[in-house]
Every structure is written in structure tokens, then in C-alpha cells.
């Protein structure tokens, strides 16, 4: 339709466009808006975007109807390739789809500023084929069974309002992703390659969490960009390992949001937030400390594997420079709150690795 791309253009002021397609036929500006979604979404896809992270960055702008629009769009895919790759089926159909009918007119509004949002986005590394690509082959990641011991400890950290057993459930958990990690170096196949998956970091002090994400990451052998303008960092590194370092960051992030609200000040917002990044910072640093250590004493019980693990980390390390190969890195957050340094280093050792 004339008026959509006119707006798109900005030949056609936005409100003005928003008036014409309200008193034009409902049934075929519905269907030309509509089809104008599907077609803006479908480009993002084959520019290697995936349905969650499509739907998280909308999500962000705040509009319910806007996210909803790309979870229907995702599932519009489903029953029309018959072979999809599994990674990207289960991220459509974990978005909910749409439920009720929204007012016509804002749903039109929604429609189009979705439009000119999605029009900002560019493309990105492809990391999973699109629908109506040759789905790859997936390999191998962390054995279920391992998982979900890892995931059953680290709730209990997550649950429990002692500070030290919410420790010795965290160390044993880490301590049970750098034996496992061991086992998966053990048996890797030869032409076993790193792979890379997005991890969305969430404001506020998203920095910050993308450092507390490193960290993680660089405990388990992987390696994270941050991008900053559309709030995602990549990590880099092998099935099993990423999958190990995911579970782990979120565990830890909900740990930390937890001991920081209970440790912070009862007053001045100018101080809460600097005793919240200084926090943050804190926490990074110190539970990267103590994941190394974990890690470290894994591996020193396989001493034989070292020439093995920097060979996988040489590749790791190719796989970051092939996809940005213009990185730059980033200055460190200050911290300019002593009582949330002290604050964040204590809770994380009281942090559950296990």
C-alpha cells in the first residue's frame, strides 16, 4: 500500500499515515499492514536474526502488541517449512502466540511504528539457518543428565536464604560443569568446531551484567563480544561449554540482583546507583576468581590435556576474529561506591557455584 511505504519513505508524516490507513477499508489495509510485518520480519530472519532475540529487542521499545506481532510472524513459519532447523523451531514456539483481539486502531499504530523500528535493525552473523535453509547438523552440548544436576543445584542457590550454603551449591555446581567439560574434551571428535549463540543482557547497568557474562564465560574457555546498541552479547566457544556458561550467568544474575537489593542503602537514588554498578563490577571480578579456581583445579587433574585445551582455545579465538574482526575493547565501569565494592565481592563469595 501506497500510504505504508510512503511513511516508511518519509515522504508521509507518521500521524498522517496513521489517519489515512484508519478511515481506509479495513479488510485490505489489515491485510497490506499485515503482509508489510511478514515481509520486514522475514528480511531480519535471513539477515541472521532469530525469533527470541527479534522478539526481546521489540520488547524492549515497550509496546506488548509490537512483541506480539513478531511471535506471530515467527510462528507463521512452522507449518510452511517442514524441515527447520530444531535451534530455531523451538525458539518460535516458545514465543506465545497471540491471544485476544486488540483495538483496531492500535493495533494499526502498533503495526506501523513496528515497521519503522524493524526498518533500524541490521543485519547480523548468521548463526542458525533461517526457515527454508538446510537446517545444520547439531552437535553435540552438555549431556542432559549433566544439566539438569547443574540446574537443580544452582536453584537451590537460587532459593535458599543462607548465604553459605547458597555458596557450596554454587561451587559444586561449577565443580560439576569443569568435570563435565573435561569429559567432553576426552571424546570430542576430531572435526568438532566452536560454535557462537547470543545471549541478551538486560538494562539497567547492562555493562556491567555484560561483565559479570564474561567472566562466566572466560572461567568455562569461551569468549564474549558485547554489543552494546542492540543489548546482546556472542559467545564464542564450544556446544557443551556455552550451554554450561548460559545456565551458569543466569543463575548468578538472579543471586546477584538478590544479595544487592538486600545490601544497598535505604536512601538517595545518586547512591543506590553507584553502589549498584560498583556492586556488579565487584561481583564480576570476584566470581570470575573463584570459577577459574574451580576450573583450574579440574584440569590440573588432567595436566596431558593442556596442549589439547589451548589448541580448542586457538580456535575459539579464530571463530571471535572471523565474525568481528574489528573488535575494540571496552573501557572497564568505574566504581564509585567502596560500600558496593565490598558489598559485591562478599556476595559472591557467598554465590552458588555448585
Known amino acids: 500500500m501506497t500510504t505504508i511505504q510512503d511513511v516508511l519513505e518519509g515522504t508521509l508524516s507518521y500521524e498522517d499515515g496513521l489517519d489515512a490507513l484508519t478511515v481506509a477499508p479495513a479488510a485490505e489495509t489489515d491485510a497490506e499492514l499485515r503482509a508489510a510485518v511478514t515481509a520486514a520480519v522475514d528480511r531480519l530472519f535471513r539477515s541472521g536474526w532469530q525469533p527470541v532475540e527479534l522478539h526481546r529487542v521489540v520488547a524492549r521499545l515497550g509496546n506488548p502488541l509490537q512483541a506480539r506481532l513478531v511471535a506471530d510472524a515467527a510462528h507463521s513459519y512452522l507449518p510452511k517449512f517442514p524441515d527447520i532447523d530444531p535451534r530455531w523451531r523451538a525458539q518460535a514456539e516458545e514465543l506465545s502466540a497471540t491471544r485476544g483481539n486488540a483495538d483496531r486502531i492500535k493495533g494499526l499504530d502498533a503495526g506501523l511504528a513496528l515497521l519503522l523500528e524493524l526498518r533500524k535493525l541490521p543485519a547480523i552473523e548468521k548463526l542458525i539457518p533461517a526457515p527454508g535453509e538446510a537446517p545444520e547438523k547439531r552437535l553435540r552440548g552438555a549431556d542432559n543428565r549433566v544439566l539438569e544436576r547443574v540446574r537443580a543445584l544452582l536453584a537451590k542457590a537460587e532459593s535458599t536464604d543462607f548465604p553459605a550454603e547458597a555458596e557450596a551449591y554454587s561451587a559444586k555446581a561449577q565443580e560439576l560443569i569443569a568435570r563435565h567439560s573435561i569429559e ?34 572466560r572461567a568455562n574457555r569461551c569468549h564474549t563480544v558485547w554489543s552494546p546498541e542492540l543489548a546482546f552479547s556472542t559467545v564464542f566457544g564450544f556446544d557443551a561449554d556455552i550451554d554450561a556458561v548460559e ?14 537489593v538486600r545490601d544497598e542503602p535505604v536512601k538517595g ?28 583445579h579440574e584440569i590440573a587433574q588432567h595436566g596431558d590435556l593442556l596442549p589439547v585445551l589451548r589448541g580448542r582455545d586457538l ?9 568481528f574482526p574489528r573488535t575494540v575493547r571496552s573501557r572497564g565501569s568505574r566504581v564509585d561506591s567502596l560500600e558496593g565494592w565490598e558489598s559485591g565481592r562478599a556476595a559472591a563469595d557467598e554465590a552458588e557455584l555448585a
Open 269 to 296: 537514588k545518586a547512591r543506590i546507583k553507584a553502589f549498584r554498578r560498583s556492586f556488579l563490577v565487584a561481583y564480576a571480578v570476584r566470581i570470575g576468581e573463584r570459577l577459574e579456581r574451580a576450573t583450574r
Open 315 to 323: 580456535q575459539v579465538r579464530a571463530a571471535v576474529t572471523r565474525a
Open 184 to 217: 567432553e574434551v576426552l571424546t570430542a571428535s576430531p572435526d568438532e568446531a566452536p560454535l557462537a549463540r547470543r545471549v541478551g543482557v538486560d538494562h539497567p547497568y547492562e555493562s556491567e551484567k555484560a561483565g559479570l557474562l564474561d567472566a562466566v564465560a
Open 247 to 260: 545456565l551458569l550467568y543466569t543463575s548468578l544474575l538472579v543471586q546477584a540482583n538478590r544479595a544487592m
